[in-house]
Structures are given as C-alpha cells and as structure tokens.
Antibody, heavy 120, light 104 residues
Framework: QLQLQESGPGLVKPSETLSLTCTVS??????????WGWIRQPPGKGLEWIGS???????YYNPSLKSRVTISVDTSKNQFSLKLSSVTAADTAVFYC????????????WGQGTLVTVSS | EIVLTQSPGTLSLSPGERATLSCRAS???????LAWYQQKPGQAPRLLIY???SRATGIPDRFSGSGSGTDFTLTISRLEPEDFAVYYC?????FGQGTRLEIK
C-alpha cells in the first residue's frame, strides 16, 4: 500500500522560506505513470494546487505561486520537496503531498497533511 | 486557466435522501479529466470519482458521477451518516471551492 508522509517545520517566520519534504513508501517515486504534487488548504478554506513534479524533474506550478515555489525530487531517497519563499500569514495552511495519475491529473493517494503556521 | 464553480455551497439533507452536487467549468473540459473528492474534518481528501464517472477503488456504488463539457454532477443515491462531509471537484490544477453536505 502506497503511503506518503509530509515532514518539516510547523512554524515559519514571515519573509522566510517554508520547506517541506514528502517521503513515499510502498512504491517507487520513479514510476513513469505518475506525478507527485503539493496541495495546500488554509484553515477553514478549500484546496489549492501548488505544483507537481515528474520523477525526471519536470515541474508544473500554479501560476499564482510560481514566482515563490520550487519543487524538487530525490529519487534515491524516494522523496520530493517543496520550498515556498517570502511567506506571509496568508500562507498558513495544511500542506498535503499527493500522487497524481499522469494521464488525467487525478490525485489518488494523499499524505495526512501537515499544518504550517507563518508567525513571528 | 479553468475555473471550477461548485453549487450549492452548502446542502442540508437527511440520511436516506438523495444528494446532487454540481461542478461547472469555465470552459469545456474533457470528461476524462474531472475528479471528485470527499473530505472529512481533520482528514486528507479521498478520491471518489475519476474520469467524471468511474468510481475509485473501494467507493460504494451509491456514489456516481456524470456530465460532460462544462457541467458535471456527483450524485449520492441514499445518504449514509458517514457521507456528510465536504466535496470537491478537480480538473488538473484547478479545484472547485467545495460543497458542504450537512445533516438536516
């Protein structure tokens, strides 16, 4: 059974860079049929796609966040990572990592999510 | 960029009733790329429907999806207590704003 687990600091100061890692177990991140994505959800609000990465390193970002987002992959560790720079309180959210089917972009497996709060 | 608009924002129904949730796209999308998710408080979203009408593994047959072009529907034929949650539609990098299904 595929499992995804987010990890990283739960508190980030304004103007700093948020960094999270997703560890994939029970399957290979190098599978050619999938993308690996980050989605966030501010408290009490809806879902927002941040971006996705293919095992080869090809990336796709939400245009509204593109200037601040970097997603990378480490196939040797079966992990992919998110960096979001210049954060503000508006970036406070639960961050999910998920697997997306290459064919249609459907997110079929999700991590449990991790809350990141931006505060001084 | 495609914008997905869900309606209603909140739907109040009783167990045993039929729920009909709508997702409208700002431009025509391939039905192959429309998915529905269920999210309960404190949990990650769960995939219900992909390709507009195919149930994901383990999803009860009371959940069904339909639609094409710009208009898509998620139907729950007979509501069970565990079905009361928030539902999202998604097409690639766009999510709808969600429909909250609450107990009447």
């Amino acid at each position: 059974q595929l499992q995804l687990q987010e990890s990283g600091p739960g508190l980030v100061k304004p103007s700093e860079t948020l960094s999270l890692t997703c560890t994939v177990s029970g399957g290979s991140i190098s599978s050619s049929s999938y993308y690996w994505g980050w989605i966030r959800q501010p408290p009490g609000k809806g879902l927002e796609w941040i971006g996705s990465i293919y095992y080869s390193g090809s990336t796709y970002y939400n245009p509204s966040l593109k200037s601040r987002v970097t997603i990378s992959v480490d196939t040797s560790k079966n992990q992919f990572s998110l960096k979001l720079s210049s954060v503000t309180a508006a970036d406070t959210a639960v961050f999910y990592c998920a697997r997306a089917l290459e064919f249609d972009g459907t997110f079929d497996y999700w991590g449990q999510g991790t809350l990141v709060t931006v505060s001084s | 960029e495609i914008v997905l608009t869900q309606s209603p924002g909140t739907l109040s129904l009783s167990p045993g009733e039929r729920a009909t949730l709508s997702c409208r796209a700002s431009q025509s999308v391939s039905s192959s790329y429309l998915a529905w998710y269920q999210q309960k408080p404190g949990q990650a979203p769960r995939l219900l429907i992909y390709g507009a009408s195919s149930r994901a593994t383990g999803i009860p047959d009371r959940f069904s999806g339909s639609g094409s072009g710009t208009d898509f529907t998620l139907t729950i034929s007979r509501l069970e207590p565990e079905d009361f949650a928030v539902y999202y539609c998604q097409q690639y990098g766009s999510f709808g704003q969600g429909t909250r299904l609450e107990i009447k």
